[in-house]
């Protein structure tokens, strides 16, 4: 690496640094104030939302370094512009696809960040706070049932428990279920258990009855039992989903077990997506630099600033998210169309070329440019 690349590339790095840190930031603490009402309020201690903001930070740095990096090229290449430093570098012959050589080890730095996060951080941080979060709403006892008290989990619902032993029994239990239009169904029973099951916690009631008054016409039934299931999975959220595709290891992706498929749920063109994706990301913090640095070179130096080419970066940065989103469609309903992740980056290429191309052309016209006749003065 020559100096004046290592003089750019080491300026691209320090920006891409500042813009990091205040995104991730500002990214990370609006998500962690909702985590933490809703961790805290629901009597959780503030270990447990530490642990559980700190697992988010991998998606949050994935989100993130991609528009750090072009933040950071635009930032550079308008401060180059502004200083004058790319007139002189264009007056001694360094082209435009030269001046980008020290953007594209730039953009592979940053690239290789987001293949570490993707492949490794991001899945075993999902996969950790899944199991958490399970553990956490399956603790139903200290989130909802408090003995001596009625509590309303969800809308609808009504719960109160006498007491609660050393052991976990529930003894004294009372549950109102009004959520269906026009009925509400009272269970009572001497004592309960709460049994953990693949799609959440159940509250086994032993010894009960069950009223059902029906609302529009009055009438009261009323039914004994022994032992009764009542499924309350739903009230503390999606608890025993199985394994989502995001928590799957890049190895489970390439050959995906079949019992992780049916824990998942997750279709074959969902793995070949999400398993393209994860290379795809990477290269596009590499084309969201390049656009930011290539497209702020076509202006030249004004006392204003290149607002307009950065205004132009950014639209073309927005475009090509759009672009993402609008394949990401097709590609989760067709397996083989998983290689349409890579199409916005693609495009995005090709704008950078188009923009390197016009760049070219007008350097060449102004080199064929005749000079002024001074012979006559």
Excluded: C
């Amino acid at each position: 690496m020559s100096r004046l690349d290592r003089y750019v590339f080491l300026q691209l790095l320090g920006v891409f640094a500042f813009f990091a840190l205040v995104l991730v930031s500002v990214y990370w603490v609006n998500r962690a104030v909702r985590l933490f009402d809703q961790l805290v309020g629901g009597g959780q201690t503030l270990l447990v939302f530490l642990e559980l903001s700190a697992l988010t930070l991998p998606n949050v740095i994935r989100l993130v370094l991609p528009v750090a990096a072009f933040a950071a090229a635009v930032y550079v290449a308008a401060r180059l512009t502004r200083e004058s430093e790319l007139t002189v570098m264009r007056a001694a012959g360094v082209s435009p696809l030269r001046m980008l050589r020290p953007v594209v080890a730039f953009g592979a730095v940053v690239a290789v960040m987001l293949l570490v996060l993707m492949h490794v951080l991001m899945p075993a941080a999902r996969a950790q706070m899944a199991e958490r979060q399970a553990e956490i709403a399956e603790n139903i006892t200290a989130r909802f049932l408090t003995a001596g008290g009625f509590q309303s989990p969800a809308q609808g619902i009504t719960v109160f428990v006498r007491d609660i032993t050393l052991d976990g029994e529930l003894r004294g239990v009372f549950l109102s279920d009004s959520r269906a239009a026009g009925s509400r169904i009272d269970y009572t029973a001497r004592s309960a258990l709460l049994a953990p099951g693949p799609l959440g916690p159940k509250l086994v009631m032993l010894d009960g009855m069950a009223q059902i008054h029906d609302l529009t016409t009055n009438r009261l039934v009323i039914a004994s039992f022994q032992d009764m299931t009542y499924d309350i999975g739903s009230l503390i959220g999606p608890i025993g989903r199985g394994r989502d595709v995001r928590e799957f290891s890049t190895a489970e992706l390439l050959y995906p077990p079949p019992e992780l498929i049916e824990i998942s749920g997750a279709t074959p063109a969902q793995l070949r997506y999400e398993l393209a994706n994860r290379f795809a990301h990477p290269l596009m913090a590499v084309v969201a630099a390049l656009i930011g640095f290539s497209v702020v070179l076509v202006g030249d130096f004004s006392r204003l600033g290149p607002w307009r080419q950065v205004a132009g970066a950014v639209v073309l940065l927005a475009l090509m998210q759009l672009l993402d989103n609008a394949m990401a469609r097709p590609a989760l309903r067709d397996p083989t169309l998983a290689g349409l992740a890579f199409v916005s980056s693609v495009a995005g290429l090709a704008a950078v070329g188009v923009v390197l191309w016009w760049l070219g052309r007008r350097r060449g016209q102004m080199g064929r440019r005749p000079l002024p006749d001074v012979s006559a003065a």
